[in-house]
């Protein structure tokens, strides 16, 4: 049977600012049979994203395939002329995106959008569409089936966004499907949910796939087989159960290394020494106050949470549950409407707006997109410099030399403080958010969810930054995840939060931790696991 993707001899050009041309991509050859799915696997930079756009024909700007040939069911995408690519993109090959709520248009009803590609290649009648688009809902376990295409994007969940995802991506019946990413912002039980529709559907459908990710636990549960990508070249490739039990090149053996849970050493039980940071019945959301004293939406609902100095809290949850909002209200960016927080002894103003310089200098947060939290048009220099100048009133040479200070404290070298954050890499960004923070030389860091955009390698050398600055500082952190691993290798206490509540607090000690709500049972239960059959041995 003839290969439904051939990709020999790839090579992809990248043209920097300055002129220079640098291949990104170094000779690539690729096969994935029909109905097959292969995992991409490598960090940040590897070109896994770059392969999977070739299939479409497609480079980013700036980027230029600059020599092979890349087939799909036999047609050399590279060959073809623009109009041609787009008559295939969406009919024979899908895409689905790792940002599902960028792939749709808030202003349109779901249903429209998921049959729109069967009228722009008029592969079936309109009634024909939307039938389809219900078998699909069907197939990928989504709530109401029925009625959930006549919502809006904003009105759906983001497990079930990107189950939807998939089907506007299915419905045109191709014959490829490349995903990218499409559960890295999900948190673990909503995780397994998405795998498992997307595996059922591929399956039953015939339908062959090319699965982007950094995180071998994910791919492992749905590929026949992974390449594993850096720099632009395959280190090595074979069957998932080779490649996860039998890896053969050093790198591989590296990117599973990452994937080991570290030790961690809890610190000590604080005993009767004071709180360095407490919260008593926080109550916090959006919208007007209603009748009750309650926000329209309600997120966070009377938690209280205490926390010791140099020991980490982490709070833990699925998507919605008001774990981000609890962070934002303790750092007084949506000011709580009721309860009362107290750092140092002290109490803080719900209002950031209304701390005094050196409560918000105690407390601050690094929030989950470097690329957001960032001013791309700024130097480094002077996104350090600021909280510099308005903490610490350091200018001119003494404001540089902290900054070269700083940058060294995370990792980075110091001249990088002439370039601008649009130039940095994902982990290069996220250091100087961190950086950000420690200019302000706090007691207390709020991590929301710093690593989940980050490949398994860069966001375990994050977690170790971490710990090695704690050790020097004596710092504490409150970490914000959906990542279990990650909040299990650096926490000490961990809150699990449910539908706005917190549920159960627990704490580690060397044999581990034992969740007794059923809901936590299940949270710490749901987190992938590098074992081919795990997925299919959970109860549906």
């Not at 787009?86 to 940002?99: E, K």
């Not at 059922?200 to 390449?227: F, W």
């Not at 069957?239 to 080991?260: C, N, Q, S, V, W």
């Not at 719900?350 to 601050?364: E, F, T």
């Amino acid at each position: 049977m003839a290969n439904l993707i051939e990709i020999r001899g790839l090579r992809v050009e990248a043209t920097t600012d300055a002129g220079r041309r640098i291949e990104i991509i170094r000779g690539v050859d690729l096969d994935v049979a029909p109905g097959e799915i292969v995992a991409l696997i490598g960090e940040s930079g590897s070109g896994k994203t770059t392969i999977a756009q070739s299939l479409m024909g497609h480079t980013r700007p700036g980027c230029r395939i600059s020599g092979g040939a890349v087939r799909v069911n036999g047609t050399d995408m590279v060959a073809l002329g623009e109009r041609a690519r787009a008559d295939i993109r969406g009919r024979d090959i899908a895409y689905i995106p790792q940002s599902a709520a960028a792939a749709f248009n808030p202003a349109h009803r779901i249903i429209e959008q998921v049959i729109e590609v069967t009228r722009i290649h008029r592969t079936m009648p309109p009634e024909a569409a939307r039938t389809r688009a219900l078998e699909l809902f069907r197939a990928l376990s989504l709530p109401e089936p029925e009625t959930i295409g006549n919502r809006y994007p904003h009105q759906v969940s983001g497990g079930q966004l990107q189950r939807l995802a998939a089907a506007m991506a299915l419905i045109g019946g191709p014959k490829l499907v490349i995903f990218d990413e499409p559960t890295t912002a999900l948190d673990v039980t909503t995780q397994i949910e998405v795998l498992r529709a997307f595996k059922s559907v591929m399956r039953a459908g015939g339908v062959g796939g090319v699965y982007v990710s950094h995180d071998l636990a994910v791919v492992a549960q749905i590929a026949d087989r992974i390449v594993v990508l850096k720099g632009g070249e395959v280190q090595e490739s074979g069957t998932t159960d080779a490649i996860l039990h039998r890896p053969a090149h050093p790198y591989t053996r590296a990117l599973l290394a990452a994937f080991e849970p570290k030790a961690h050493a809890p610190a000590a039980p604080p005993g009767g020494a004071p709180a360095l940071f407490a919260a008593e019945g926080l109550v916090a959301g959006y919208g007007p106050i209603r009748a009750d004293g309650r926000p329209l939406v309600c997120a966070v609902k009377g938690v209280s949470l205490r926390l010791a100095a140099g020991r980490n809290l982490g709070i833990v949850g699925e998507s919605g549950c008001g774990k981000s909002t609890l962070a934002r209200a303790i750092a007084g960016i949506v000011p709580p409407v009721a309860g009362s927080i107290r750092f140092d002894g002290q109490p803080l103003a719900a209002d950031g707006r209304k701390r005094s310089r050196a409560h918000l200098r105690d407390i601050q947060i690094v929030f989950q997109h470097a690329d957001t939290a960032l001013n791309p048009t700024r130097t480094i220099e002077e996104i350090l410099g600021r909280p510099l100048t308005f903490y610490h009133g350091l200018k001119g040479a003494a404001r540089i030399a902290r900054i070269e200070e700083l940058l060294e404290m995370v990792q980075l070298p110091k001249a990088l403080r002439h370039r601008h954050a649009g130039e940095l890499s994902g982990g290069q960004k996220q250091r100087v958010n961190l950086a950000r923070a420690l200019a302000a030389e706090p007691k207390l860091i709020i991590c929301d969810e710093i690593t989940s955009a980050l490949d398994t390698v860069v966001g375990a050398a994050i977690i170790e930054l971490l710990k090695d600055l704690q050790a020097r500082l004596g710092l504490s952190y409150i970490f914000i995840s959906h990542d279990l691993s990650v909040v299990q290798a650096i926490c000490d206490d961990i809150a699990v939060m449910y539908r706005g509540e917190k549920i159960e607090e627990l704490t580690q000690s060397p044999g581990g931790i034992a969740p007794q709500q059923p809901y936590s049972r299940l949270l710490f239960a749901s987190v992938p696991r590098l074992d081919p059959g795990w997925l299919d041995s959970l109860p549906a």
